[in-house]
């Protein structure tokens, strides 16, 4: 089973303030769990969100390498 988190362990977790979860979970872009009237975000659904989001570094050729034209 994943281990569910605090909205407070998910924005240190994320370097964020609450806030910033609290609006992942108000718009369902992250997966959530409601205990009573308690919100857990799993573990796991942490790690996809920062995958999915992650932006990969643009490779730039060296300029000595390019044709005039």
């Known amino acids: 089973m ?3 988190l605090t ?3 998910v924005a240190e977790a994320l ?3 609450v ?3 609290r609006r992942l979970i ?4 992250i997966t959530f ?3 009573g ?3 857990r975000i799993p573990e796991s659904a942490v790690e996809a969100y920062v995958t999915a989001h992650t932006v990969e570094p ?7 390498l390019r044709r005039a034209a």
């Not at 108000?26 to 872009?29: H, I, S």
């Open 2 to 4: 994943d281990r569910l």
């Open 7 to 9: 909205v407070q362990q």
């Open 15 to 17: 370097g964020t303030g």
């Open 19 to 21: 806030r910033f979860p």
């Open 26 to 29: 108000e718009e369902r872009r």
């Open 33 to 35: 769990v409601k205990v």
């Open 37 to 39: 009237r308690h919100v």
């Open 58 to 64: 643009v490779v730039l050729r060296p300029a000595n």
